[in-house]
């Protein structure tokens, strides 16, 4: 492997880019998508919070929903991996589709996305580890402390050449996925308290209690698996490796979550599973694993959701890292941000970029007094749900209009039909989280109602800041640098 020097002509402006080269197969790109999407910390802390919040014992039907919905998402951003040879992704296919512009601004939502949902599960991950090292008789240190000690961790690892990430993620995902599995097993072979039924699946319970509010932890809980497309510099023969992958991800997800979601309630019964949510949440599959697996389970699934979490944050790293690696080479951020490094062939001036922007984060929430779980973690997951919704819906729209312009595909399914599909539920369930987020940071009326405040209206105030700030910056280089503009993400119209 080796690093390469691509130069392109885009209306008759040369450009020089350095690009990434690896040899990733479908298992390993698997890996780290999902791996973003945390399979343990998705199960063990969102899992029981749609229970309690949401729509109750019906809640396991909101993750098979949302899996139909982002696969119907996936074979449009399949298609269309096979005609855009470039690892932009969102930035990249928005820009063939929809325009520069319009480019500019998605990649600066997913950027928002992916740091948002990142830094949220440092604050997490730097409580859990305060509590847990507190716990086992060691010093008593601040979250913010293991949050940045964390951070340096994952930055060290996205400094070095993408298979050592990826063998690491691999290992911690066999891991926690195992455990989960082996949970689910002892439950049903035990029968649970009350039998083995298709409760959460029953459609009065799926539309109980409050399913906005469940859908939108259903929907958080697959960020990470459409940016396969992202690795395509690194991946081995990628028109063929993206599109496996993205399947794989998203119908694995998709069955893990309903199989894991479904076993937590039996494992207490319909009768009682929202009950013991309510005691506490954060226990939940703590004191299931213990109930089924005895305290040995209980100790090794407590260890497992701690690297879960870090499994996360790394993956999300090489995303981000990734993302700001293409959108230099594209010239909407500082060229040495492209730089690869010679010897481990990573982004490596882009991981440091994303590992300075992690400590500041963490370092302003901390001044700001934060809590890490209840603030950090609960306020920026959401609004990285609702931005990835809105980023799926555009991405879906670029790609029925690059197909319809083009004509290079013909398969109307893959073009047309599904994406469309996707987008009427990825646009539904923006609405939904949109109308349901102030319930997320607790600004709600007398009545207990969702009532947008100042928090509510500041955290999706980013989201509009994000794509107006694309959107600018688009306009201000078509008239200042319109030679930079000329090979932004090589859209072909405007």
Known sequence: MSVTHESASVAGVETRGRSLTGSLGVTAIVFMVVAAAAPLTVVGGAAPLGILLGNGVGFPSLYAFSAVVLLLFSVGLAAMTQHVPKPGAFFTFVGYGLGRKAGLSTAYLALLTYTTIQVSVFGYIGYLLSVTVTGLGGPDLAWPIWSLVTVAVVGVLGF?????????????????????LVLVAAVVISGGPEGLSLAPFEPSNVLSGSPGVGLMFAIAAFIGF????????????????????????????????????????????????????????????????????GTAGEIIMNVLLITSMFACVLSFHNVITRYQHSMSNAGALPRKVSAVHPRHLSPHVSSFVQTVTSVVLVLVFAALGLDPVLQVFTWFAGVATLAIAILMAITSIAVVVYFVRTRKDKRIWNTVIAPVLGFIGLVGSAVVIGLNFPMLVGDVDAAGAPAFGIVSGVLLGLIVLALTAGWVQGAVLKRSRPAVYATLTEAISE
Do not use: C
């Not at 070095?160 to 989960?180: M, N, T």
């Not at 979550?257 to 599959?285: H, K, R």
């Open 226 to 293: 459409e940016a396969t497309a992202i690795f395509r510099d690194e991946a081995r023969e990628p028109n063929r490796t993206i599109p496996r992958a993205t399947y794989v991800a998203v119908i694995g997800i998709g069955v893990f979550y309903t199989l894991a979601s479904w076993g937590l309630v039996m494992a207490w019964g319909p009768s009682q599973a929202l009950a013991v949510a309510a005691e506490d949440p954060g226990a939940m599959i703590l004191v299931t694993t213990a109930k089924y697996l």
């Open 160 to 180: 070095r050449h993408i298979d050592l990430s990826s063998k690491v993620l691999g290992v911690l995902l066999l891991g926690e996925v195992g455990i989960v």
